[in-house]
C-alpha cells in the first residue's frame, strides 16, 4: 500500500492522504485506491466525492496540464474506532495514455472545496507520488518484439511532443540488419493507440498492434528487415 499527502485545506485543517494500491500501472489497466479524509472535513463532503486523473508534462519550456477525465468515487466508509472516513475509487486508465517518463506524470486528486485549497498546495502537486503509466499489453508485446530482433531502445527515448510519443531503437552488435536505427510513433485515434515505425529515408509504415498475430514477422517485412 503506497501513502501519499495530497494537500492541505489551509494551515488549519488536516491534510487529505492518499492511498493508492499500486502506482506502477500499464495504460488500460484500473487504479484503485482510496481518500482518506478527517471527519471534520469528510461532514461538508456528500456520500462521494469527484476525482480528477491529471496529465502534466514538460513541454519545451512550459509545464501544461490536461485533465484526462473526471469521476465519482464510491460510496464514503467510515469507521467507527477513527476519526478517518474513506473514500474508496477505481478508474481504469485509457489504453492511449502516453508512457510516463521524467516529463510526463500523472496524478489524481479529489475536487472538492476549491475556494478553501490553497494556490501553492494545486501547484504543488509534482511533489506528490506520481502515478507511473507503463506501456499497454499490446505496446509492450511490439517492445519485446523488437528487442527479439536485437533493437534496443535509446536512453532519452520516450519523447512526448504533445501529440505524438516516439520510441527510438539503436540495432545491437547481434544485429546485422542494414537497418541500424528505428522510431516508434504512438498516438491517439478515436481512443485506439496508432503506430509507425519509422525508418530514415523510408516512407512510415503502420503497424495494428491490435490484430497483428505475429508482431515479429511483421516487423521484419515491414521494415524489410532479414534476420
Known amino acids: ?113 476549491p475556494s478553501r485549497i490553497s494556490t501553492h498546495c494545486v501547484e504543488d502537486s509534482l511533489e506528490m507520488e506520481a502515478i507511473i503509466v507503463q506501456p499497454n499489453q499490446e505496446q509492450m508485446t511490439l517492445l519485446k518484439a523488437l528487442s527479439e530482433l536485437g533493437y534496443h531502445e535509446k536512453l532519452d527515448s520516450r519523447y512526448w511532443n504533445g501529440r505524438v510519443q516516439e520510441f527510438d531503437f539503436v540495432a545491437g552488435k547481434e544485429n546485422d540488419s542494414d537497418v541500424r536505427e528505428l522510431t516508434v510513433q504512438f498516438y491517439q485515434a478515436n481512443g485506439l493507440v496508432r503506430t509507425e515505425l519509422r525508418v530514415e529515408g523510408r516512407d512510415p509504415v503502420p503497424i495494428d498492434i491490435h490484430k497483428e498475430i505475429d508482431i515479429a514477422v511483421s516487423l521484419r517485412n515491414a521494415l524489410q528487415i532479414d534476420i
Open 1 to 113: 500500500m503506497l501513502n501519499n499527502s495530497m494537500a492541505e485545506l489551509g494551515s488549519d485543517h488536516p491534510e487529505i492522504v492518499l492511498k493508492l494500491d499500486r502506482n506502477l500501472i500499464p495504460a488500460g489497466e484500473m487504479l484503485t485506491g482510496s481518500f482518506m479524509l478527517w471527519r471534520e472535513i469528510a461532514e461538508r463532503a456528500d456520500n462521494t466525492i469527484d476525482v480528477e486523473f491529471v496529465l502534466q508534462a514538460q513541454l519545451e519550456d512550459e509545464v501544461v496540464e490536461q485533465k484526462i477525465e473526471e469521476f465519482k468515487s464510491q460510496p464514503v466508509r467510515v469507521s467507527e474506532d477513527t476519526q478517518l472516513v474513506e473514500f474508496p475509487f477505481s478508474y481504469r486508465l485509457p489504453q492511449w495514455l502516453p508512457v510516463s517518463t521524467h516529463a510526463i506524470r500523472y496524478y489524481v486528486r479529489p475536487k472538492m472545496y
